[in-house]
């Protein structure tokens, strides 16, 4: 196997616990063996013997280098848009009453049902381009705009091809607990019946690598998600839960008690609701676009996470009704300056925290024996990632050790 030296630039490796903010290495080189790295540290330390096997070498011109990112919470697959309800809520109407009245998800359900997997494919890669530029390597896909086995076979299928057709690991998570359909409209009981149906069916068919569901008093309450957790226990796949976002309804509790990797949203987490998270080493998921989008006063307590200790992970939560956001770096902007987390911390929360909130462990940092997913930025300080608004300064990226 051949190896490749990369050398001329620093490298963020983002490993916890480094002497350096950021893990940050400068002078480093980097050697990538395949798909993997195989070692990372300061220049002058790079063993002569590994040197010398480098077949390959790389003048990074002064880049930093950092994780591959991942974007750990996307609603990517879907029909449509929404910019009539954004007009809606600009004449003063609000998501919740929107979502009461037949449109919100719903609306986003009929659009997505009507597409043909191709046109669905195609709306999503557009998408997924601009997430690719600024340097994601791992994206999660939630399905939850189909909302019967049919449909929501098609949207995790268009997930899975454009896993296949880009240089992207991609992520499937079923949440077919997303809303209630129409036809099941003031039957949610019966509903949450079909969503246990279809999982199994579905997981069967490899299309599941986790189960998400809605927690509000617009969608699903925690008794009902605990019977969807159940059956997701049983087939061993990871949960994650859409949690506090609009009011506290326990839902980080519930999630906690199944051990899910992540929680997301949180901006009405409780105390309880954060201590039950660290117990099990829950991931909080912040999603500034949804924030900003909704215009949302209440902030995601992040004091109370930094004290218990939670990690905490950053993404675009890309979507119609609340984010239609496709740039993770806005993200990290958004997530210092709404939420203030430091530069250092936005960065773990799309880097290292990420691959976490997935249950991923091969990924997030730059580490020997892990994945060669990495972005070469043309800045000085890794700060500049978080600091700029709308600039993308990604000049490459190597996914699995392999240049796009
Ligand atoms: O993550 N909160 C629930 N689901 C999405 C919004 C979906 C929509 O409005 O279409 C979210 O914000
Ligand atoms: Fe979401």
Request: some cysteine; aromatic content about 6%.
């Amino acid at each position: 196997m051949s190896l490749s030296l990369w050398t001329y630039c620093a490298v963020a490796t983002m490993q916890p616990g480094a002497a350096h903010a950021y893990g940050l290495i400068d002078d480093a080189a980097l050697v990538v063996d395949g798909s993997m790295l195989r070692w990372v540290g300061p220049r002058r330390d790079l063993p002569a013997d590994l040197l010398n096997r480098c077949t390959h070498q790389h003048d990074a011109a002064g880049a930093l280098i950092t994780p591959g990112l991942i974007d750990c919470h996307t609603h990517l697959v879907y029909g449509g848009d929404r910019s009539h309800e954004f007009e809606l809520r600009l004449n003063g109407a609000s998501y919740e009453e929107i979502a009461q009245s037949g449109g919100g998800i719903v609306s986003t359900v009929l659009a997505t049902r009507t597409a043909s997997p191709e046109a669905l494919t195609a709306q999503a890669q557009r998408r997924l381009q601009q997430l690719l530029a600024e340097g994601v390597t791992t994206l999660e896909i939630k399905s939850g705009y189909g909302l019967d086995l049919a449909q929501e076979r098609k949207c995790l299928q268009v997930a899975r091809t454009l896993g296949q057709s880009n240089a992207v690991a991609i992520r499937t998570t079923f949440l077919g607990a997303h809303a209630v359909p129409p036809e099941f409209a003031g039957r949610t009981d019966d509903y949450l019946d079909e969503v246990l149906r279809m999982l199994p069916v579905l997981h069967a068919e490899g299309l599941v690598d986790a189960v998400d569901a809605f927690c509000e008093r617009i969608a699903f309450s925690p008794a009902q998600i605990a019977r969807l957790f159940d059956a997701a226990r049983a087939l061993g796949l990871p949960m994650k839960l859409h949690a506090e976002q609009l009011s506290d309804s326990g839902g980080a509790q519930l999630a906690a008690r199944f051990g899910a990797t992540s929680c997301d949203h949180l901006e009405w987490l409780s105390d309880a609701g954060a201590a039950a998270m660290a117990a099990v080493h829950s991931v909080a998921v912040l999603l500034p676009g949804a924030f900003y989008f909704l215009r949302e006063t209440k902030l995601p307590p992040v004091d109370l996470l930094r004290c218990h200790q939670v990690p905490i992970a950053i993404a675009t939560d890309s979507n119609p009704g609340s984010s239609p956001c496709t740039s993770l770096l806005l993200m990290l902007n958004m997530a210092c300056t709404l939420f203030r987390l430091t530069p250092e911390e936005a960065l773990a929360g799309v880097t290292r925290h990420a691959a976490q909130a997935l249950g991923l462990t091969d990924r997030g940092v730059l580490a020997p024996g892990l994945r060669a997913d990495f972005v070469l930025w043309d800045v000085q300080r890794p700060a500049q990632l978080s600091y700029a608004l709308g600039a993308n300064p990604c000049r490459q990226t190597i996914f699995n050790g392999t240049p796009r």
